[in-house]
């Protein structure tokens, strides 16, 4: 029973894997650079485009909410699929997702001091 839990959390993992590479190669067809060649122009992953042709009114979808709509998901199902299971031997995800939590709640207690 623990190998097949085992075997299913490594195919989880290769899912995840295999998805944020997806992810990465189509925005990079998407986001394609206007120069060919080898130049490299460090500002440019600063600049907001629409994705969807211009100004949609009010709120625009731009790159920049992709990537914040990706990663909140990502947090998520990190924290979901961490946190499904429980099990007096926590797993690989689900240590993970506490390790990400505890982090996260001691970082926001101290939070005012570390501001300037």
Do not use: C
Request: hydrophobic residues 50%; charged residues 10%; aromatic residues 8%.
């Amino acid at each position: 029973m623990a190998e097949a839990s085992a075997k299913q959390g490594g195919g989880l993992a290769k899912i995840v894997f295999f998805a944020v590479l997806a992810v990465v190669l189509i925005s990079g067809l998407i986001f394609k650079p206007e120069h060919a060649g080898l130049a490299i122009h460090p500002m440019d992953q600063f600049i907001v485009t629409p994705l969807f042709g211009g100004d949609l009114g009010a709120f625009t979808i731009t790159n920049q909410t992709l990537w914040l709509a990706l990663t909140v998901i990502a947090i998520i199902l990190l924290l979901v699929v961490g946190s499904r299971g429980r099990a007096i031997i926590p797993s690989r995800s689900q240590s993970i997702a506490e390790l990400a939590y505890g982090s996260s709640t001691r970082w926001s207690r101290t939070w005012p001091a570390r501001t300037p």
